[in-house]
């Protein structure tokens, strides 16, 4: 990356701490005030600082329409589904990938196992809201009196004898959810399947999806499901990371790689 283009780029992160003078900026910058100037100059001419009436610079309008543009092209979808495969790769079971919309849970990826015993998920296809990890994820994240408006409406069958029975035994489950950042489904669907899993983060911290690694008693038991805890989050992290723009610390393959 070339000085001036990097100069450029270090003022935004200064003005998005605030306004700030043609002196402030020199100063951050270590550079004479000729070439903040040039620099600011620039940056205005494409909209992305404004100087206000009192002459202190702060970031400009046309930098938030693009920040909004990029977030609203992104597709979790395509971020998350290397990543995904990645983890299937290494664990053999079903991974899935769900959103939360229009007051449904939706599955929105799916990689099958690689065992004979399949699950009757599809994409597109709605979750059990009272029971599925994903969908405890994706509601734990919402305000609490959206979480206490949804929990009253919701329907509570009894699927199994581990189905949430309740309002308020939902509201509890998603309370220990949202604090300890992690979410299972104990047979709670079907007595047979166990499911463990993380949520993926926007820039902002909010939950924007949910993944989890479901497989069957017969394959491997709930405690030993659960040891996958670990390459679960750190799958849901570098998606996180990927979607929001962060800093990487390691990708696709590191993640592959690491476990």
């Known amino acids: 990356m070339s000085q001036t283009v990097d100069r450029a780029l270090s003022i935004l992160p200064l003005l998005a701490q605030g306004p700030a003078d043609l002196g402030q900026v020199a100063e951050r910058l ?32 046309r930098l938030f329409a693009l920040a909004q543009e990029a977030v609203e092209n992104l597709d979790v979808r395509d971020i998350a589904h290397p990543y995904l495969a990645a983890l299937n790769e290494r664990t053999g079971h079903t991974i899935h990938l769900a959103v939360y919309e229009e007051g449904e849970v939706v599955y929105i990826d799916k990689v099958e196992s690689r065992y004979p015993v399949r699950m009757y998920s599809r994409i597109g296809k709605p979750v059990a809201i009272t029971v599925a990890a994903v969908a405890k994820l994706l509601l734990a994240d919402l305000p609490e009196p959206e979480r206490r408006a949804v929990a009253a409406r919701l329907d509570y069958p009894p ?19 949202r604090e300890q950042g992690w979410a299972t489904d104990l047979g709670g669907h079907e007595e047979s399947i166990n499911c463990v899993g993380a949520p993926i983060r926007g820039a902002d911290g909010r939950v924007v999806a949910a993944m989890s690694v479901s497989a069957p008693n017969v394959v491997v038991t709930a405690e030993e499901l659960l040891t996958l805890l670990p390459q679960v989050r750190g799958t849901a992290e570098a998606i996180s990371r990927e979607y929001s723009g962060s800093p990487a610390v390691s990708d696709t393959k590191d993640v592959k790689d690491s476990a």
């Open 159 to 177: 699927y199994t004898p581990r189905s949430t029975p309740n309002a308020a035994a939902f509201l509890k489950e998603l309370a220990t959810v």
């Open 30 to 61: 270590g550079v004479h005030k000729s070439t903040a100037l040039r620099l600011l100059r620039t940056l205005h001419e494409h909209g992305l600082v404004h100087r206000q009436q009192d002459q202190r610079y702060r970031l400009g309008a």
